[in-house]
């Protein structure tokens, strides 16, 4: 028998022609997942910088201390502080201070720390600054140097120290 006449039949099949009519939704394409390495190293690479970050962090902790007297030739200054400044000074540190009405910043070196009863200017000033002085006073002397300031009058004088910058994370690490 011989094959039916082309013109007889569709130029393209039923399948093809059924494709074309359904085409218009557009093609379905499936989506790989993540892959494992990118879920778990995006995690990590944001904690490793937020460690980076914090690890560049330095704290200052600034107290207000009291000049209750000129020190005397040959000794160092003594500045009254709230005991809780006992936490972060140790004798050696360097510590700036300004005195209450200068803009000049100056430096000393702690050589003792001693907490004693507060005398009556210190209790009133730690009170007035709503800071608790039952414990006594921390006294903190600053080794004698010649380029230390001497107070201005009248004494007592109130004075901004700044404690040496610590780092953040062994800020977290020690408290």
């Not at 778990?40 to 490793?48: D, E």
């Not at 003594?78 to 005195?99: H, K």
């Not at 000033?125 to 800071?131: D, I, N, P, T, V």
């Amino acid at each position: 028998m011989p094959p039916e006449p082309i013109q007889g039949r569709p130029l393209f099949r039923p399948e093809a022609i059924q494709h074309r009519l359904v085409r218009h939704f557009g093609e379905i394409s499936l989506l790989r997942p993540l892959p494992l390495r990118l879920v778990t190293l995006c995690p990590l690479l944001l904690v490793a910088l937020l460690g980076l970050g914090l690890s560049r962090i330095d704290l200052q902790s600034m107290f207000v201390a009291l000049v209750e007297a000129a020190p005397p030739a040959g000794q160092g200054l003594v500045l009254s502080l709230e005991p809780s400044a006992a936490e972060q000074l140790r004798p050696g540190d360097t510590l700036e201070f300004r005195f209450a009405g200068s803009a000049e910043r100056s430096r000393g070196i702690v050589s003792t720390l001693i907490t004693r009863p507060c005398s009556r200017e210190s209790r009133a000033f730690l009170e007035a600054a709503s800071r608790q002085a039952e414990g006594g006073c921390l006294h903190v002397e600053l080794a004698p140097d010649p380029a230390l300031p001497f107070p201005p009058a009248p004494l007592p004088l109130k004075v901004q120290v700044w404690t040496p910058p610590q780092k953040y994370l062994d800020h977290l690490l020690r408290g």
